[in-house]
């Protein structure tokens, strides 16, 4: 079966240059937590004004701007992040993604876990040369809509190729055939995380359907993919109880405390080698406008069945031969 795998290997670098890269891109919910506070408690009249300015200033333009020369630091901080996290990625069938394009189609790649950020989809920004020929070209993030509200996050997330994630959105992207990437899970399985267990690895899957029902619209395969090492990142706090989750499902994020590296609050993540696999492509039949719930049910047990394989196949060679994978 590994002769089959297609294996790409980064060599790991968290030096000055790819720490930089990934504090522009990550580091920016740090970055305004602390010039918030710093304008509200420490800041001189003219620091405050300086501040606030900058902020509007954000907040107002597009989240596009500059555009071409936004795309370009996006690609390289994307570039240097591969670097940062050693990133390695393992596609069990190539094969899969060359007849995918030649049938004209795109896939849902469906990626998991979330952890407390699940930056490891940048492995599929374009400009890695992840995924081959046309489905890797034009591939975007769907990711919370409300990074797409702050000021600097907004510009940075759409450097990067990431779009806010709803249903219409989902929608055209599968119809005009750009490949699609989303975290199922979302922010539920930050909720569930728990350090009394952790020899657990939780994935909020059961209640997840609605992406299988896209998929069944235009007949798009699923690509079941999971990251290995992306729970070492940080150092967390979740909140807990059934308010705080609704809360999170509310506003599209949960109000997590989180540390990374050198123990800084709201901080860049440790760099961890991160490892994403990707599995053989779920084939879904064409049912158009008349999709069946049986269909839905089917199609996304088969789903869940993929992902929790993919696991076993790969949680030994990871050093994760300890773990359990839990299905909520």
Avoid at 36 to 49: K, P, S
Avoid at 91 to 101: G, L, P, R
Wanted: proline share 7%.
């Amino acid at each position: 079966m590994q002769s089959k795998w297609k294996i790409t290997d980064t060599p790991q670098d968290s030096s000055l240059v790819p720490t930089i890269a990934v504090t522009l891109w990550l580091g920016w919910m740090g970055i305004l937590t602390f010039s918030v506070l710093y304008a509200a408690f420490l800041a001189t009249t003219f620091q405050r004004n300086v501040i606030i300015s900058l902020l509007s200033v954000s907040a107002i333009l597009p989240p596009s701007f500059p555009g071409a020369l936004g795309v370009k630091i996006g690609n390289w901080i994307m570039h240097e992040a591969r670097k940062y996290f050693g990133l390695k990625t393992i596609i069990e069938n190539e094969s899969a993604f060359h007849d995918i394009n030649k049938s004209g189609k795109t896939a849902i790649f469906a990626i998991e876990p979330h952890d407390v950020l699940p930056y490891s989809v940048f492995a599929f920004n374009p400009c890695l040369g992840l995924i081959p020929g046309r489905l890797g070209e034009s591939f975007n993030i769907l990711m919370t809509g409300v990074v797409f509200k702050l000021p600097y996050m907004k510009h940075v997330y759409s450097w990067v190729g990431g779009i806010p994630v709803d249903k219409k959105t989902f929608r055209s992207q599968l119809a005009k055939n750009k490949g699609t990437g989303f975290v199922p899970g979302g922010v539920q399985e930050v909720i569930l995380m728990d350090p009394s267990k952790p020899d657990d690895l939780v994935l909020y899957l059961k209640n997840r359907k609605g992406f299988v029902k896209l998929a069944l619209e235009l007949g798009n395969p699923i690509v079941p993919v999971f990251t290995f090492n992306l729970e070492q990142s940080y150092r967390s706090f979740v909140p807990r109880g059934k308010f705080v989750g609704k809360v999170a499902r509310k506003i599209g994020f949960l109000p997590v405390f989180f540390f990374g590296r050198f123990g800084i609050p709201y901080g860049i993540p440790k760099p961890v080698k991160l490892t994403v696999v990707l599995g053989e492509p779920l084939h879904i039949p064409c049912e158009n406008d008349n999709v069946s719930k049986e269909s839905v049910e089917k199609y996304h047990a088969l789903y869940l069945e993929k992902v929790v394989e993919l696991f076993e196949r790969h949680k030994h060679a990871q050093g994760y031969g300890h773990r359990n994978l839990v299905i909520c």
